[in-house]
């Protein structure tokens, strides 16, 4: 069964979690509904192209321009999948779990560049930086985002 793309309004609604894996990648039904949202005027506070979505537009040897043209012209998730794997560097099964289960695992922590501002976020949501990842502040960042907004 397909699962069609539906437009979110990213300022009522967060966009799919970055560990949801399509066609075996991480980020990238985040970066459909990012890039589906921003086309639609309706991105929030979220960017379309950002560092982390240049992070699977790198290791499959896309651009964001070329990602944008299919996501604009497909129907559902799976298709887009289909279309990641066809397209750009080829990456084999275990390559893209390979890639997907260290995108999961990162940490800014590990970079002295990125360190104080990843601790200063996790400050803000509760979260220890030293055993939280990239993907788990960006959970909690979401959940926290909306919170106030449901019900």
């Known amino acids: 069964m397909n699962s069609p793309i539906i ?45 982390l979505d240049k992070l699977l537009f790198s290791f499959k040897g896309i651009t964001a321009e070329q990602f944008q043209a299919a996501v604009q012209t497909l129907n559902d998730y799976e298709e887009v999948g289909a279309w990641l794997q066809a397209n750009g560097t080829r990456r084999t099964a275990a390559e893209i779990k390979t890639w997907s289960d260290e995108m999961e695992a990162s940490s800014p922590m590990k970079t002295p560049e990125t360190r104080a501002a990843f601790m200063a976020n996790c400050s803000k949501l509760f979260l220890n930086p030293v055993t939280n990842t990239t993907f788990d502040w960006l959970e909690a960042d979401d959940r926290a985002s909306f919170s106030h907004r449901s019900g």
Not at 15 to 34: E, M, Q, T, Y
């Open 7 to 51: 437009v979110r309004d990213l300022a009522k609604q967060a966009p799919h979690s970055p560990r949801a894996r399509l066609a075996g990648f991480v980020i990238a039904s985040r970066a459909v509904d990012k890039c589906r949202a921003s086309l639609a005027g309706t991105p929030g506070e979220y960017r379309y192209d950002c560092p």
